[in-house]
């Protein structure tokens, strides 16, 4: 993609069509709160479907729509830029201090 991000996914379950889920250590070290992304997947075909109703570089929240109480489990992808490289640019100058070395190809 073009940015240098951070991302970590798993899965979690509705209770009474709500959920929490607390991001991991590792993430919420390196992600930028500012650009968070959530993605979610509903486990079941009874879904009324989900939305998430708050977001940040620890934690977010989803919620049944329609008022559902669902009792299913989603999976859930969250995504971020890292911090300290909000303003990367994937395509520099070429001869910029920051322009990307070609690999090496070993034989």
């Known amino acids: 993609g073009p940015e240098a991000a951070a991302y970590s996914r798993g899965t979690a379950r509705l209770v009474g069509g709500r959920a929490e889920v607390t991001l991991p250590e590792h993430f919420m070290a ?16 009874m879904s009324q479907g989900l939305a998430v109703v ?20 989603f999976d859930w992808e969250v995504k971020a830029s890292r911090k300290g490289f909000e303003d990367f640019a994937v395509i520099r100058p070429k001869g ?4 990307a070395q070609a690999p090496v190809e070993q034989k």
């Open 96 to 99: 910029s201090a920051q322009a």
């Open 30 to 45: 390196v992600a930028s709160g500012d650009n968070v992304t959530v993605l979610v997947t509903p486990l079941s075909a």
């Open 54 to 73: 708050q977001k940040s570089a620890s934690q977010f929240a989803v919620q049944e729509l329609h008022g559902g109480k669902g009792e299913y489990e």
